[in-house]
């Protein structure tokens, strides 16, 4: 009973720290879906121009570790920067937060994922359907518009949503660039309290509660989005 108290203990300062979490996950979440989408269309053009960078930097993104990712950004981008020039500029009140990196890695990291799921998506729209439309006089953009993404994305909606539980998840990888999320605060809390378990479990909870909230809130998203295949 007294680890269960304690465990419940820490719940308020870790309730104090989700919203940065969720800040995180929605910002890198949302952004990630747009660039993934705009690679995605890359990697399907017939420019090799614009179809290698994208299928580059896809590669680069799926093939490391977001950790690698993360630390390479926040400590190498002031070695590639010339001068102490940015302390001066308008850059430097965003270069010395760690939040901005942490948005900018998980945002990168979560496009290149996203962008592998919405090309299979796209491909898998039944050419018929565009071939039907652009016989009727509709542009490639309209089609693309009013056709092929929100077919696209409504297939791609469970993986999308597997990967924005890991997107949720791996926001506990900004606490090693000192980003005071919910796992920033659970090592805080075992510092101060100089317990190492049940600090570590409240996190936990908390982020099941989250998870199993998303998945819940996105079921009935896509239920909504997919009625027209019952019918």
Known sequence: MGSLSTVLGFLPDLLRALPLTLMLTVVAGICGLVLGTLVALGRLSAWRIIA???????????????????????????????????????????????????????????????????????????????????????????????????????HALPVLTSDAIILLKSTSLASTITIMEVMGTARALQRQSLLIFEPLIAAGLLYFAVVFTLTRLMNVAERRLTAFRAR
């Open 52 to 154: 290698w960078p994208c299928r580059a930097f896809s590669f680069a993104f799926r093939g490391t570790p977001l950790l690698v990712q993360l630390y390479l950004i926040y400590y190498g981008l002031g070695e590639i920067l010339p001068g102490t020039w940015v302390r001066h500029s308008f850059l430097w009140p965003y270069l010395r937060d760690g939040l901005w990196y942490a948005i900018l890695v998980l945002t990168l990291n979560q496009a290149a994922y996203n962008s592998e799921v919405i090309r299979g998506a796209i491909r898998s729209v039944p050419a018929g359907q565009v071939e039907a439309a652009l016989a009727i006089g509709m542009s490639s953009r309209r089609v693309l518009r009013r056709i092929t993404l929100p077919q696209a994305l409504r």
